[in-house]
C-alpha cells in the first residue's frame, strides 16, 4: 500500500511506497492537543556530520544525529534511565534516543526503554554503526545516511530496520534515485542552504502540510520535548539557546509544566507577526530552529516563500 507524501506536487515524481515524511517530522500531520506526547532524549555532544558550530541545515536534524557543545558534564546513564521512566510515568508514550557519543550507551538506553513498554520507542543509529547494533524488541532502529555517500541499498543487510533517516540535497528529490531496495520507512531530511539567497527548490511545496491543529498548536512542537546530554530541557534538540528548564534542579514534570515551554506548543502561525495574515499560514510547515539559525530571531522569516 502507497503512502502519502507530505510535501507538493513538485515532489510526486518521488516513489510513495516507503517515504512517509519529507523535509519535516514525522508528527508534523498529527493531530495535537496541548499534553506531553514525546521525548526527544540527546545521549551526548554527538559524533554526527553537522556540527553547531559548523551549522546544521538539515530540515528534521531534530532527530537525527549531530555534533553540540556541552556546557558541563553530560548527565549519567543511571540519571538518563530515571528520567526514561519519569517520562513513562507521565503518560509519555513516544521517546526518540539521539546524538549519541558511542552506540553502547544508546543501546543500553534502548533497552531499557523496551522493559518499559513504550508504545514507540526510536533509537536513531549512523549508518557506520549499524554492525555494532542488534535488534531490540520494541524498539524501532532507524538508520541515519547522506546521499550520495550512501544509498538505502547499503540497508539491505538489516532487514530489522524500522526506517532510515536519509539526509538528501533538494535537487536529488525529484529522480528519487536514492530509495533503492528498502522496505522500511523514509524520512527525507533535506538540506537547506544558509540564506534564501542559495534556495533551488519550491520552499511552499516542501512545507506543505495537512494538520487538523494548526490552528491551536504548532505542528512540529506542539507536546514536544527535548533534553540535551547536559539536561537541559528546550522545545526542540536544535533551539539551543531556548533553555526552558534543568534537570540538574527539577524533575521533568515540572519542567513540562513551565509556560515558556507550553508557548513554544501553542506557538501558531496567529502568533508570528509576518505569518498572521497569510492566507496560507495553516498549511505551511516551517521549522523554527531554521529561521533561527539563518537570522538570530524565533520568528525569522528567511525561507517564507512568500517574501521571497
Given amino acids: ?36 506526547e514525546r521525548l526527544i532524549l540527546q545521549i551526548g555532544a554527538g559524533k554526527g556530520k553537522f556540527s553547531e558550530v559548523g551549522g546544521i541545515p538539515r530540515s528534521i536534524g531534530c532527530i537525527g544525529n549531530n555534533r553540540f557543545i556541552l556546557r558541563r558534564e553530560p548527565m549519567s546513564l543511571e540519571r ?12 509519555g508514550k513516544e521517546l526518540w534516543l539521539t546524538n549519541y557519543d558511542n552506540v553502547e550507551t544508546l543501546l543500553a538506553l534502548a533497552v531499557f526503554a523496551s522493559e518499559l513498554e513504550f508504545p514507540e520507542v526510536y533509537a536513531v543509529v549512523l549508518i ?37 533517516l536519509v539526509v538528501v540535497p533538494p535537487e536529488e528529490l525529484r529522480a528519487g534515485s536514492f530509495l533503492g531496495n528498502f522496505n522500511g520507512e523514509v524520512y527525507l531530511d533535506v538540506l537547506f542552504p544558509g540564506s534564501a539567497r542559495g534556495l533551488n527548490f519550491n520552499v511552499i511545496e516542501l512545507r506543505r502540510i495537512y494538520n487538523p491543529s494548526t490552528e491551536r498548536y504548532h505542528d512540529c512542537l506542539a507536546g514536544t520535548v527535548a533534553v540535551t546530554a547536559e539536561g537541559y530541557v528546550l522545545p526542540c534538540p536544535l533551539l539551543r539557546n ?26 501558531t502561525k496567529d502568533k ?21 539559525q539563518a537570522t538570530g530571531e524565533i520568528d525569522g522569516m528567511e525561507y517564507c516563500p512568500m517574501l521571497l
Fill in 272 to 292: 508570528i507577526e509576518a505569518c498572521s495574515t497569510c492566507p496560507f499560514k495553516y498549511i505551511c510547515h516551517d521549522c523554527r530552529a531554521l529561521e533561527y
Fill in 80 to 91: 538518563m534511565k530515571e528520567l526514561i521512566l519519569e517520562f513513562r510515568k507521565l503518560g
Fill in 242 to 267: 531556548y533553555v526552558v528548564g534543568d534537570l540538574t534542579r527539577m524533575t521533568l514534570k515540572e519542567a513540562v509544566r513551565k509556560k515558556r515551554l507550553r508557548a513554544f506548543w501553542k506557538m
Fill in 1 to 36: 500500500m502507497e503512502r502519502a507524501v507530505h510535501a507538493g506536487s513538485v515532489f510526486q515524481t518521488i516513489p510513495t511506497q516507503s517515504v512517509v515524511s519529507v523535509a519535516k517530522p514525522p508528527w508534523s500531520s498529527k493531530n495535537h492537543n496541548g499534553k506531553l
Fill in 128 to 164: 557506520d554503526d549499524l554492525d555494532k547494533v542488534t535488534p531490540i524488541e520494541g524498539v524501532n532502529f532507524i538508520a541515519e545516511l547522506s546521499y550520495p555517500e550512501h544509498t538505502l541499498d547499503e540497508l539491505s543487510a538489516y532487514p530489522w530496520l524500522h526506517g532510515a
